[in-house]
T-cell receptor, first 114, second 114 residues
Framework: KAGVTQTPRYLIKTRGQQVTLSCSPI?????VSWYQQTPGQGLQFLFE???????NKGNFPGRFSGRQFSNSRSEMNVSTLELGDSALYLC?????????????FGPGTRLTVL | GESVGLHLPTLSVQEGDNSIINCAYS??????FIWYKQESGKGPQFIID?????DKRQGQRVTVLLNKTVKHLSLQIAATQPGDSAVYFC?????????????FGQGTILTVHP
């Protein structure tokens, strides 16, 4: 079974631009969560999608948004980029068939904002 | 102002030693806990999990201990190998409608010397 894939792996943008990151979950997994990882703040939860609906949201500004498609693939978007948005953005998927399940992480997208 | 990076705890051991990595979690309502390992350039990788109705769980070479009274988790790695060198994170999940949301600890850097 293929793991979680994320594209692109690396991105360089300038302040004020916007960016879209993509995540393909493991086949059969219905939930996708996004996390931001920085040296200063560690790993922080952004949001979670299940059946095309945002089910949970972390404490990030409205510039951060996401969506999930009917095939469970997910995208996240960051508008009006700031230098502080430079981070590793991680996507995780899990079956969400009931109860607790481990989340499987992708390799991440490294975003650099100049 | 300038942000200050996290100063991750470090643990340095010799190959063959046993390692113990500790984690204090914050939410007394958390019901599910996971340990992840993250190697350089990769996403977090699941190691072992435990639910709040247990105080110990064993896997292959790893044991997780949970003390709910003092909100403390530990990960024990037996016969540590150089390939175990990585950053280790504990994560907690409150369950309920927040199954997809993990709150991560700051991480511990484990270095194993041959």
């Amino acid at each position: 079974k293929a793991g979680v894939t994320q594209t692109p792996r690396y991105l360089i943008k300038t302040r004020g631009q916007q960016v879209t990151l993509s995540c393909s979950p493991i086949s059969g997994h219905r939930s996708v969560s996004w996390y931001q990882q920085t040296p200063g703040q560690g790993l922080q939860f952004l949001f979670e999608y299940f059946s095309e609906t945002q089910r949970n949201k972390g404490n990030f500004p409205g510039r951060f948004s996401g969506r999930q498609f009917s095939n469970s693939r997910s995208e996240m978007n960051v508008s009006t980029l700031e230098l502080g948005d430079s981070a590793l953005y991680l996507c995780a998927s899990w079956p969400a068939t009931g109860g607790y399940n481990e989340q499987f992480f992708g390799p991440g997208t490294r975003l650099t904002v100049l | 102002g300038e942000s200050v990076g996290l100063h991750l705890p470090t643990l340095s051991v010799q190959e063959g030693d046993n390692s113990i990595i500790n984690c204090a979690y914050s939410n007394s309502a958390s019901d599910y806990f996971i340990w992840y390992k993250q190697e350089s350039g990769k996403g977090p990788q699941f190691i072992i999990d435990i639910r709040s109705n247990m105080d110990k769980r064993q896997g292959q070479r790893v044991t997780v201990l949970l003390n709910k009274t003092v909100k403390h988790l530990s990960l024990q790695i037996a016969a540590t190998q150089p390939g175990d060198s990585a950053v280790y994170f504990c994560a907690e999940n409150p369950g309920g409608t927040s199954y997809g949301k993990l709150t991560f600890g700051q991480g511990t850097i484990l270095t194993v010397h041959p």
